[in-house]
């Protein structure tokens, strides 16, 4: 639970409930944000709606820039921070599936619960469909096992990928944030629909 409470050693159903208590909060404001639109997430790719660029660029600079802050002041040990493993090429084709599927159905997995949670019929369509991708991914996991574990990198942070300290890497993505949201407001001119109700 991050620099607050990882000295304390909490109990298992009150981890559980301080994750559930996020998990609703964070769907609520996907809602609120209006990702629960397929229109206003589809419109990412076709360039009249760029709040899912802005949205989630922001929340990665935020959540970098805060962790460096904190390790600096000793209140994040960013050695215990969990770091996903780097298998490349399982990378790149999930990455093409999760594209294709975001771009087809309007939704990722979590603004796709979002809208669902609401009562939209495409998202029930779409979570239906996601989860029957998990059942016949696990079913058929050995077959593809050679592919999905291929390139494996380990526990790598982009970063060090890159050969870059980490303070550089914060400047650069920073930098590239600033770029990418005045693409963005380009883009929205360039590419602006007429407002509708479902927006």
Known sequence: ?????????????????????????????????????????????????????????????????????????????????????????????????????FIMGGFCPGTGVSALSIGKIDALFYVMGGLTGAFLFAETYPLIQPIAEANYLGPLKVNELLGMSPGLFTFLLISAAVLMFWLAELAEKRFARPVTGDQ
């Not at 760029?50 to 904190?70: N, Y």
């Not at 996903?84 to 599927?101: K, L, R």
């Open 1 to 101: 639970m991050g620099p607050i409470v990882s000295t304390y050693d909490l109990p298992l159903w009150l981890d559980l409930l301080i994750a559930l208590l996020i998990g609703i909060g964070f769907g609520f404001a996907l809602e609120q944000a209006g990702f629960s639109s397929s229109r206003k997430l589809a419109g990412m790719f076709y360039g009249y709606d760029t709040t899912v660029l802005k949205v989630f660029f922001t929340a990665a600079i935020v959540a970098l820039v805060g962790s460096q802050f904190l390790s600096y002041f000793g209140l994040l040990d960013l050695n215990r921070v969990f770091v996903n493993e780097f298998y490349v090429t399982a990378s790149v084709a999930g990455g093409i599936i999760m594209g294709a599927g």
